[in-house]
């Protein structure tokens, strides 16, 4: 089965910068996205960034000219870039996957962001 797992998260100083990844493993059939999520205490989970199976990306206006999604296909692996964190970046990122038969979501990694 497939299985997501994450990782890059971690503590960082305010204007900082952190690289998260999520690789996949197993059986993967071609998929339709891949997004990272995240969610702050005491909020809902917010879509950050999103990159299609054809290479177009969107972004949250929060995250817009300070972070860059990626993908590796042939590692099934994509990554996302922030810079310029700030305390309001502070939760726990969550990676997705999206294909044409099942959607898929990693364990999370924290960020936290200090002032």
């Known amino acids: 089965q497939v299985q997501l797992v994450e990782s890059g998260g971690g503590l960082v100083q305010a204007g900082g910068s952190l690289r998260l990844s999520c690789a996949a493993s197993?059986?993967?059939?071609?998929?339709?996205?891949m997004d990272w999520y995240r969610q702050a205490p005491g909020k809902q989970r917010e879509l950050v960034a999103t990159i299609t199976r054809t290479g177009n990306t969107n972004y949250a206006d929060s995250v817009k000219g300070r972070f860059t999604i990626s993908r590796d296909s042939a590692k099934n692996t994509v990554h996302l870039q922030m810079n310029s964190l700030n305390a309001e970046d502070t939760a726990v990122y969550y990676c997705r996957l999206t294909t044409v038969v099942n959607t898929y979501w990693g364990q999370g990694t924290q960020v936290t962001v200090s002032s």
């Open positions: 197993g059986t993967i059939f071609t998929f339709n996205a």
